[in-house]
């Protein structure tokens, strides 16, 4: 892969990307501490490259294109001076969009008030984001339900996760902006039945996108780091080997 001269790099992701629980498992700490210790920051650090970080914790696959999308649009300028590396999630979350109203009562917390536009609630099989308003809970509770039910088949998960893939693709190519993906989770389907998706796939800019065992968190697992994190988050040795497994294979050229 020829990589050009660039100054910035976004990263993009859920947790795996964000570093959560990077210093203190089973905690999860200051998010901007966190994302500097992250395999992002390393290899910016690395390269000499100006360091951006939209990564969000328990966040859905729309989510991560909808980020990207928005900070393309808020930094048009530096556009076509960066690269662009999103690693994806797995397809079993949904994100739940609202407004949040003044007199709202919440059910735990506040919600993820990192959005960019709504405030939001990720719902996923086997566990349940309180973080909500009261007067959604049977909304929440009906499509968690949804998720779980759907959980062995995620027909329609592995679609929007292929989707949001997809027109991220597209956009990026579009604005002649260098990139690559990942799975920072789970891999994609190759099947018959995601035919239409797969044929539409560029497997030269997203690495192994079939592969089981081909995402952040299993890649890092693979080279014998195993994470002892509530919620299987890699720390900083995994990170730092895992930046070095990035700059390696793809951005050697650049040392």
């Not at 990077?22 to 690395?46: C, M, Q």
């Not at 919440?106 to 709504?118: I, K, N, S, Y």
Request: hydrophobic content about 35%; overall charge positive; some cysteine.
């Amino acid at each position: 892969m020829v990589v050009k001269k660039f100054g910035n790099f976004l990263f993009a992701g859920c947790s795996h990307t964000a570093g959560s629980e990077i210093f203190y498992p089973n905690s999860l700490g200051d998010l901007s501490t966190e994302k500097e210790a992250a395999f992002g920051a390393v290899l910016s650090r690395s390269l000499n490259k100006k360091y951006y970080n939209i990564a969000q914790p328990g966040v859905g696959n729309q989510f991560i294109a909808r980020s990207v999308l928005f900070w393309l649009l808020n930094n048009k300028k530096k556009i076509h001076n960066t690269f662009v590396i999103i690693h994806w999630t797995g397809e079993h979350r949904l994100d739940f969009s609202y407004e949040r109203r003044p007199d709202d009562q919440m059910a735990v917390g506040a919600g993820l008030d990192t959005c960019f536009d709504v405030d939001q609630v990720c719902i996923m099989p086997g566990s349940f984001n309180a973080n909500f308003p009261l007067r959604h809970r049977n909304s929440i509770k009906y499509l968690q339900k949804a998720v779980t039910l759907e959980s062995n088949d995620r027909v329609w998960q592995q679609i929007d996760k292929f989707t949001a893939i997809l027109w991220m693709q597209e956009l990026l190519k579009y604005m002649n902006v260098q990139y690559l993906f990942f799975n920072g989770y789970d891999s994609l389907q190759e099947t018959e039945r995601y035919r239409l998706y797969v044929e539409n796939i560029d497997t030269t800019k997203f690495i192994q996108p079939y592969k089981q065992g081909g995402g952040f968190y299993e890649r890092v697992c693979n080279a014998g780091f195993k994470s002892n994190a509530r919620f299987l988050h890699h720390q900083e040795p995994g990170h730092r080997w895992y930046a070095k497994w990035l700059l390696e294979n793809y951005f050697c050229s650049l040392k």
